[in-house]
């Protein structure tokens, strides 16, 4: 991946658990650099992302610092203390707004972030040599079993723009870990209210597209910083050339991470699309997407290898939108086994026995209702994740 | 459990699967007895469950088939054939309407029921000698572990009243296998309209409070009859004496049968109380008690007897409902380990360590809002459940 001109980063040892591995993140921002952020819907949100939600109505970012280890969620004023600490040394140091320094943390819920560590940490990064992304996208994760990051490139004009995103996951992947965190950077100029516009845009269609557990976390957190380093006409508006491309490079470097964070999903051993049509609406589509990707009996019965499309139509079924049982069709892997409501007689069982025992899972489910539409991704459920979750004591 | 006057059961052998049980149940109900039931909200539900919400309009019953190893869910028309040549066959012996005669049918979803073995099996049953709760409660069970049934009484003035029920589960047991239907036999007189209203109400505070894994069967199914048979004065209205009796005691049942239900669970191995109280109103205490028991983190986590309240703080968070971070409480066993939004310091971990290595596991949350609450009961999350669902086909 690409270096984006007017990103620099670096990695610490803050040691927020018991570890010799580098935990807090630090980039470093031109000045000028646009933000935008999208955040958890939980009531129950972090110290880290109700300060996150206000900060970027400001649009500017010098800084941002990502803590692994400790969630500082569910933490009250001390937590709260725990950032205020972190923004006024970055602030300080950089000599900027204590709102331009961005500040996350993953990990244990309910025990405030260590001020000590964290004074010495940001301290250590402040000072360090720049690294490259993969050691930053190593320095957020938690049980990530692979650092995840993507990249993608668009013209605007006759000026190329880079994109890199780096992620962790994966949706909860382990005891008390519990967060999604992604960051973009672009070397773009890109105005701070169409950059939002746009990452909203692209989150509804990335982001919010994938679940491992339905379990939603209380820091949940996706940041874009544009530096405008690489000296396009700044982009302001919708209707400005270049911010089709802009979106569409956005749209598929965030599409790139949501699915990075599925594939890492706790125990997981298939990747699954699934696709909903001839819903009422998108937003219909949408919902019983997620209630299928969400049924613990749909996605057990893909880690057992088995075209149990009776539990899709269960699925179907309690998502409370509007569905006719005798409209209905499904497919796994392109092949319908049932349509209209009732099983196909003597379709084809191999090729659907030969694509189950893959590793990308394909359903598709038509609803012959009318054109709404929508895709979301999803992993298997297994003796992994009950492992992970369940067998040993946070 | 003792024999209901005007309750005859018989048992049959349909053989809807490769087995060597009785699984066709025949209960044939005195003249004038009245029927109430509550369904499915699924859209994608089964002929049953679609024939069975008309039939109860008219408020009478003389028959009840159950049929298992096949619930004839999504069969089209096919399915519905089969149903309706049951109900003409036992309307034809025992000369009544068609409408009186209820079916329900629990097993593989989209195999249209076999004629040919529901009639031979109906045959069966209509000649054959009554039988016991137990030989029925097991005859209308899938893969359950063991057969459920419950009992309580009543006195409507001077009379007594007895209530019987049997139930089988549990939520989605098994491949499949994803039906919870239940039943309810008293030889109280009661008018219908009066029985549904009651029976909404108690299905409202039980059945409504249980969840195993969030996935809604295509053929929930609760009905209610009353033969009368007691000889007290009949109910007809809340204000009549001994309605208030009745409804109590019919609740009481509901519970029983519901919490069987969920110890029943696939793979639990705890049964887990979940109380909600300080909400915004009662609907917003139940969501957030629902999200809690559907949460498979909570779910793994007190499999691994883990006093994780993070998760639990999650779990609230993402439910949809009013809640206020720094207004939250969490107990496990009674032992308060947060509170107002912090961490409770040095809270005695033994007994909470203690409470959660037993098989009972009580979950407080308090919300600080107002003075909405609920109860729901649920199970934990273990391999026994994925062993299940995933570790062979169906």
Chains 1, 2 share one sequence.
């Not at 880290?48 to 400790?70: H, P, S, Y």
């Amino acid at each position: 991946m690409p270096p984006i001109p007017g990103v620099t980063l670096h990695v610490a040892l803050a040691r927020y658990k018991n570890w010799d591995r580098a935990d807090l993140t630090y980039a470093e921002l031109a000045e000028g650099t646009s933000v935008a952020g999208v955040f958890t819907q939980s009531a129950c949100a972090s110290s880290e992302v109700e300060l996150g939600r206000e900060q970027v109505k400001q649009g500017r970012a010098r800084a941002l610092i990502v803590n692994a280890g400790n969630s500082n969620a569910f933490t009250g004023y001390r937590g709260r203390e725990a950032v205020d600490q972190i923004t006024a040394q970055v602030a300080d140091h950089l000599g900027c707004g204590t709102d331009q320094v961005f500040v996350s943390s993953t990990g244990v819920i309910g025990v405030p972030l260590p001020k000590d560590k964290a004074r010495a940490g940001v301290a250590a990064a402040l000072v360090a040599d720049p690294c490259g992304w993969e050691d930053a996208a190593r320095a957020i994760g938690t049980t990530d079993t692979f650092a995840k990051g993507a990249r993608t490139s668009a013209m605007l004009g006759d000026t190329r723009v880079e994109l890199v995103g780096i992620i962790k996951g994966s949706g909860m992947i382990a005891p008390d870990m519990a967060t999604m965190l992604g960051y973009i950077f672009t070397d773009a100029a890109i105005e701070p209210g169409l950059l939002q516009e746009l990452l909203t845009q692209a989150n509804r269609q990335t982001f919010s597209c994938i679940t491992v557990d339905g379990d939603t976390s209380t820091s949940d957190t996706v940041l874009a910083f544009a530096t405008g380093a690489a000296g396009n006409a700044p982009l302001a508006s919708l209707d400005d050339p270049g911010s089709d491309a802009f979106a569409a490079a956005l749209t598929d470097l965030c599409r790139q991470l949501a699915q990075l964070v599925v594939r890492d999903g706790e125990g997981a051993t298939k990747f699954i699309t699934i696709r909903v049509s001839g819903a009422v609406s998108d937003e219909s589509a949408h919902r019983i997407a997620l209630s299928v990707a969400n049924s613990p009996l749909v996605k057990t019965a893909i880690a057992g290898e088995d075209a149990n499309w009776g539990r899709v139509v269960m699925a179907v079924g309690k998502a409370g939108e509007p569905a006719d049982r005798d409209k209905l069709s499904i497919a796994f892997g392109g092949i319908w086994t049932a349509k209209n409501g009732l099983p196909v007689e003597g379709y084809d069982e191999a090729p659907v026995a030969a694509h189950l025992k893959g590793s990308e899972i394909d359903i598709a489910v038509e609803l012959g209702l009318g054109e709404g539409h929508a895709t979301v991704w999803t992993c298997d459920l297994t003796h992994g994740y009950i492992s992970i979750n369940a067998d040993y004591r946070s």
